[in-house]
């Protein structure tokens, strides 16, 4: 698997083309997190493999990338490329459809985006746990309408796979896993400060507004991708 070497500007003007083709593409990201799920779950990974464009939604990829001296990568995040590309789409016509988070949450964040960018096309919203909807009937349901972009945000790895698993039925144009990213624009979680990001802190931060829900991704997740980068420097200094 590889991560695209983009900043935020390319990784828009990607996105753009994508929504106008006639063929699927996705685009997921990686951070720690993903990284050691990846290394656990074989399917997961190949899905990553499999993507049209990775990118880097972490300070740990970029990190990561420095140490082993390969092109620089950036911290893509969505709360900051979300309304650069909101100006775009607006601009350009094109429309968007959000699926995921939790029942209201997609809703009002949609609600938001429209209130900041009235002119921006949102088709349509779904939450990620469908009522007593299937998801095929879901799947279905977004063809009709025919978005450009679909942002999907049910978390890793369960958007790769609705993703992979829905394929067929899915309408062409840009299908992109975006984690938690709705619950930002919905207000649901407050963003990290400016001087946090910048430090690379943010995992701190999301780990003091949910202690007990990401102790295991960042108390043990952290450590466990720093002794892997780690593992791997040390072999390949070995082999030299």
Not at 62 to 72: M, P
């Amino acid at each position: 698997m590889s991560i695209a070497c983009l900043d935020q500007a390319e990784l828009i003007e990607q996105a753009l083309e994508w929504s106008c083709s006639p063929s699927l593409h996705t685009i997921y990201y990686a951070n720690a997190n993903c990284l050691n799920l990846a290394y656990q779950d074989e399917s997961y990974c190949q899905l990553l493999i499999s993507a049209d464009l990775v990118y880097a939604d972490g300070i740990g990829p970029v990190w990561a990338g420095r140490l082993f001296g390969g092109c620089r990568l950036h911290k893509l995040t969505g709360a900051d490329w979300m309304g650069p590309l909101c100006e775009r789409l607006a601009a350009a016509g094109a429309n968007l459809y959000l699926l995921g988070g939790r029942p209201g949450v997609a809703q009002k964040a949609a609600q938001n985006l429209l209130e900041r960018y009235p002119t921006l096309k949102i088709v349509g919203t779904a939450d990620g746990f469908f009522g007593k909807k299937s998801g095929g009937q879901v799947a279905a349901e977004i063809a009709k309408l025919r978005p450009q972009i679909v942002l999907v945000g049910m978390g890793v790895p369960q958007q790769e796979c609705w993703i992979s698993s829905h394929q067929e039925a899915l309408p062409a144009g840009l299908w992109w896993g975006v984690g938690a990213l709705f619950d930002f624009l919905a207000g649901v979680e407050r963003r990290v400060p400016s001087w946090m990001n910048r430090m690379g802190l943010e995992w701190l931060w999301r780990f003091g507004q949910d202690p007990a829900g990401k102790w295991r991704r960042y108390l043990l997740g952290n450590p466990l991708f720093a002794a892997r980068i780690f593992r791997q420097l040390i072999n390949l200094d070995s082999k030299r």
